[in-house]
Nanobody, 124 residues
Framework: QVQLVESGGGLVQAGDSLRLSCAAS????????MGWFRQAPGKEREFVAA????????YYADSVKGRFTISRDNAKNTVYLQMNSLKPEDTAVYYC?????????????????WGQGTQVTVSS
């Protein structure tokens, strides 16, 4: 079992930056590929970014490519999402997830553990 806790969300203006953190505990953190998803009110949860178990491979949704960066520090059992040039359409609850696989996973069903989420609100 893996426990995930997100932090770093908040209320910002368009063009601002935020860095989300996800602290993990339980099974060996480096054995998991990690991902970030988001869900806006009335919408389906959608993929944002993912990173392999080693940190050597990353993948991004087209909507955030070039603006967001996912990274991990296995020594600290933490994954990060650096969000730059934020837009109002980025407003959502952001969730951290862990998948017991060595490959990058972009689907909800591919993840085994989820955090409780952190709210990001971007005003115009």
């Amino acid at each position: 079992q893996v426990q995930l806790v997100e932090s770093g969300g908040g209320l910002v203006q368009a063009g601002d930056s935020l860095r989300l953190s996800c602290a993990a505990s339980g099974r060996t953190f480096s054995s998991y590929a990690m991902g970030w998803f988001r869900q806006a009110p009335g919408k389906e949860r959608e993929f944002v970014a993912a990173i392999s178990w080693s940190g050597g491979v990353t993948y991004y949704a087209d909507s955030v490519k070039g603006r967001f960066t996912i990274s991990r520090d296995n020594a600290k059992n933490t994954v990060y999402l650096q969000m730059n040039s934020l837009k109002p359409e980025d407003t959502a609850v952001y969730y951290c997830a862990a998948s017991y696989t060595q490959v990058v996973v972009t689907t909800i069903s591919g993840y085994d553990y989820w955090g409780q989420g952190t709210q990001v609100t971007v005003s115009s």
